[in-house]
Each structure stands twice: as structure tokens, then as C-alpha cells.
């Protein structure tokens, strides 16, 4: 699986949009963009994922750029409750791939 | 609640004894993977199966751990002689596996403290 790129850590406003980006350049075409988040001492969360046309769902959207080299995770209103390690992973939906985790972003939601 | 389902969510235990973690999947679920998360890392993948088969092992998975799925329902991992690296959290994944539906879902967790 390509290996992804994110920063370590950033801020948001509550109520504001959080924008989180994530490069992976080295993605192949039968790979997908999934979205993963852990919020303290609980289990990663799925998000969202997509292959190359931009995602929405009732928690945030994926917008995967045109040569899908990178993208982002918008969550529209951040509330404090999304204070989490937010995970981009890049993944062969064929038999047997598991998810491999990086490092992660830290966003903190600040009042 | 994913229903992924995790026992027990904590557990401390003496250096040296043995401890087992039961993880029962959502229903259908037909693969079924294994996690170790340590404090400040990204979870670690560990083991997975399909059905009842074991089909990968990592490297982290020493002799000392074992994972069944006998019936390719619930599963266990069992840590045997514990030592005080083992400390992790053990998380427990299902998925199943279509051609479109290919969502890794994970439970809470079990927390292990090897004193």
C-alpha cells in the first residue's frame, strides 16, 4: 500500500470547518483514500473513504484531488467532541489487505 | 458502538502469567483482524483470518501470542508468560468482505497492563 503523508498536529476553531490534508503520491489506481480517527483510549473510527470522485457522508467529506496524489478531510462545523488522532490510509481493497497506520493528525477543537 | 464486541476492556496482570482476550465480530463478518496499539502509536497489525483460517501473521506476533477462530466467529488472542511490553491495547477488527463493502470496523479495545 502507498505510504501517506500528514502533519503531526493542528488546530480548529469550534464551529469552524477542519481541513485536514493528507499526500499520498505514491498511490496506485486500485487504491483507495480511507479516513480513520481515534479519539482517546477508544478504537479507530471509519470516517469515510473513495477512489477518486470527492465523498460525502453524515460525518465529514473526502475531496481526492484529480490526480489523486492527495487529499482532504473536511469536517464542516468541528465541535469539541472531534478532538481526535485523524488517520489517512491508503489501501488495496483486494483480498486480505489490512490497514496500515501512520502517524496521524492531532486536531485539537478549541473553544 | 460498531458492534465489534471486546472482553475484557481492561486487564492488569503479573509478569509471567498468561491472559486471553475474546473478540466477537459483527455478524457475517468474515474476516476478522487483530491490532496492538501502544501509548503515542498508530495501532499495529497483528494477525488476520478468514473464516476460521489464519491467513497472515506479523512479524510482532512472537511465539509467546495465539489467536484462534474455530468456528470463524469470535476469536481469541492469548498472551502466554506476559512481560511488561506487552503493556497495549488490543484492538479487534471485522470485515466483510464484498465487492463493494470493504469497511474495516474496530472495536473499543482491551487494555493490558503487565505489572
Known amino acids: 500500500d502507498a505510504k501517506t503523508t500528514q502533519p503531526t498536529s493542528m488546530d480548529c476553531a469550534e464551529g469552524r470547518a477542519a481541513n485536514l490534508p493528507c499526500n499520498h503520491s505514491?498511490?496506485?489506481?486500485?487504491?483507495?483514500v480511507y479516513w480513520y480517527r481515534q479519539i482517546h483510549s477508544q478504537g479507530p473510527q471509519y470516517i469515510i473513504h473513495g477512489l477518486k470522485n470527492n465523498e460525502t457522508n453524515e460525518m465529514a467529506s473526502l475531496i481526492i484531488t484529480e490526480d489523486r496524489k492527495s487529499s482532504t478531510l473536511i469536517l464542516p462545523h468541528a465541535t469539541l467532541r472531534d478532538t481526535a488522532v485523524y488517520y489517512c490510509?491508503?489501501?488495496?481493497?483486494?483480498?486480505?489487505?489490512?490497514?496500515?497506520f501512520g502517524g496521524g493528525t492531532r486536531l485539537m477543537v478549541k473553544p | 458502538d460498531t458492534g465489534v464486541s471486546q472482553n475484557p476492556r481492561h486487564k492488569i496482570t503479573k509478569r509471567g502469567q498468561n491472559v486471553t482476550f475474546r473478540c466477537d465480530p459483527i455478524s457475517e463478518h468474515n474476516r476478522l483482524y487483530w491490532y496492538r496499539q501502544t501509548l503515542g502509536q498508530g495501532p499495529e497489525f497483528l494477525t488476520y483470518?478468514?473464516?476460521?483460517?489464519?491467513?497472515?501473521k506479523s512479524r510482532l506476533l512472537s511465539d509467546r501470542f495465539s489467536a484462534e477462530r474455530p468456528k470463524g466467529s469470535f476469536s481469541t488472542l492469548e498472551i502466554q508468560r506476559t512481560e511488561q511490553g506487552d503493556s497495549a491495547m488490543y484492538l479487534c477488527?471485522?470485515?466483510?468482505?464484498?465487492?463493494?463493502?470493504?469497511?474495516?470496523?474496530f472495536g473499543e479495545g482491551s487494555w493490558l497492563t503487565v505489572v
Open positions: 483470518f478468514q473464516n476460521e483460517a489464519q491467513l497472515e
Open positions: 490510509i491508503v489501501k488495496n481493497n483486494n483480498a486480505g489487505n489490512m490497514l496500515t
Open positions: 477488527a471485522s470485515r466483510h468482505q464484498t465487492a463493494t463493502g470493504n469497511t474495516i470496523y
Open positions: 505514491t498511490i496506485s489506481g486500485n487504491e483507495y
